[in-house]
Each structure stands twice: as C-alpha cells, then as structure tokens.
C-alpha cells in the first residue's frame, strides 16, 4: 500500500468515524424517545373541532409511545402564538402542534409578515383528519338554505354578523370563500375559539357561523342553530337533507377543515417516523375510527410525505382564494 492511498484510507475513516460520531446522539435520542409526556398544541380555544380531534388522538398515540401524550390550548393571533410555542420548544419531539387550513395553507399568503416560514421551520408527522364544513344561522334569521340567506345578505350589506374561532380559523375562511364566491358582504366577528363563537351565536348575538361538523352537530340536532348547507361536494350522512353549497347554485365550491401533526423542521428523522407511527395506531383504533365516523370526517392513515404533498396542494388553492379576495390577515 502506497503512502498516498494510506492517507486516503485514514481520511476516509476519520470521516466515517466522525459522522457515527455525530449522528450515534441522534440514534440515542430516537432509541430512548419518549422520555417525558409529550405536548400537543392547539391553536385555538377549548370546545372546537382542532381540540376534539386532538384529544381523540391523544389517548391512543400515549397507548402506543407508553408515554402520556397530552393536549394544551394557546390560542390567539391567528394561530401563531401556538406555533411560535412550538419553535420555541425543543426539537425532540415532546412538542407537536396541530397543523391546520388556517396556520399552514393561508396565514403564508394572507398575513404580510409571519416571524416563521411553515415550509422550512416546520415539518410533517401525519395528517389526522379532514371535516367538513357547515354553514348554519341562529334559528330566528328569517332563512331555511343558502339562496335565501344571500338574498338577504345582499339586501342588506354588512347586517349579518357571522362569528367565527378566530381570524384564519377554518370558520372565518370558509365565510370569506363563501362571500367571494355569491358576491355578498357580511361582517365578521372574531372570538377566540370555537366554543366561545357558539356560545354567542345560539344567544342570538351573531347570527351566522361555519365551523367543522363535530363541533356544531349537536347544536344542530337540538334545534339551536339551523344549517343551510354544507361545504362539501357531497352531503354528509349525518345530514342527508341539507344541501352543499355547490348543490345551492355554486358548483365547484368546495371548503373543508383539515388537521394534522407537525413539529419543529430540526426534529430528527427517527423520532418522526416513530410519532407518525403513534398517530397511524390511533386512526386504525377502533376509538378513533368510530369517533371521527360519527363526526363524518374522513381519516386515512399515512406517511409524512404524503401529508406534506397533501399541504402543498392546499396551499396552491388556497394562496388563490387569498388572491383573489382580498383576504387580509393581521
């Protein structure tokens, strides 16, 4: 053996010797992972769609991990107090939030100016769940289904109040993508939540509200809130009377919430498969399945890589509504 190829051979193995170097506390990490309960954030208050799919989740991922897995609400500023949390929190995968329509697929396009890139701080552990959307009024506005209720939005500018969870919720983009598309003006009031929003729509102080099915299917059934369409392209079992919104005169009209995993970009690899792994257990569980069944949302295990395609594609469709609306987020 030359000199020269014996320098090349102890190069070569100082180099190996210092990636396994580098990467054995990555591998160590993953091996002892979790070592503590693991934190999921929600963007928003108690009482909304984001927070029950959370908590339904939770149970069955802390089964898998043998680790309490555990659900925290922070919300305000369109969901960035709950992502910059997260950023903050180590990347170790003890932190997640739950990535949603609003935070990952408009906030990039409708806020001038966010202190993160959600493409390149965040990255993703699974999507969770896509629900439909439902439009419904407070049982004293004079309208049975969508054409009545632009008729009189359109006789009246600005006279409807709808509520919504907050700005850039799914609610207060739904309601935005519906004014777009039937050329009527509403005016918006937002809380800080799903639940505190119902509260004030079925005491009559707002008249109009869209959030997920899970949240407001019992306001329906009991007759405190009327719906007058739905945002899918097709009804929902649940509601089988009540048509879409494209079916209303709209076609091609399409809104649904969706929610998922995602974690600080820095998070190692290893610790992302294994929590993509806990969050397929749970929607294969028949706790979950039945849950998110009954709440007509649709759910199909997957990889990180498809959630990530699946992101990207809302916000090519996204980034246009908030184009071509005008829809500004502060």
Known sequence: MTNSTRRRLTVSLSLAGGLAALNAPIRSQAQTFPSRPIRIVVPFAPGGTSEIVARSVAIEMGNFLKQNVFVENKPGGAGVIAMNDVLKSPADGHTLVISHVGTFAVNPFAMAKQSYDVNKDFTSVALLSKVPNL???????????????????????????????????????????????????????????????????????????SAGAPALLPYIRDGRVRAIAVGMPRRIPALPDVPTVAEQGYPGFETSQWYGLSVPSATPRPIIERLNAAANHALRSKTVGEKFTADNAVFTPGSPEEYTKFIAEEQSRWSNVVKQSGLKID
């Open 135 to 209: 439009f419904v009024v407070h049982p004293d506005l004079p309208v049975r289904n969508l054409k009545e209720f632009v008729a009189l939005a359109k006789a009246k500018p600005g006279f409807i109040n709808y509520g919504s969870a907050g700005n850039a919720s799914a609610g207060h983009l739904a309601f935005e993508y519906l004014q777009f598309a039937t050329g009527m003006r509403l005016t918006h009031i937002p809380y800080r939540g799903t639940g505190p929003q119902l509260v004030d729509l079925v005491a009559g102080l707002t008249q109009a509200a």
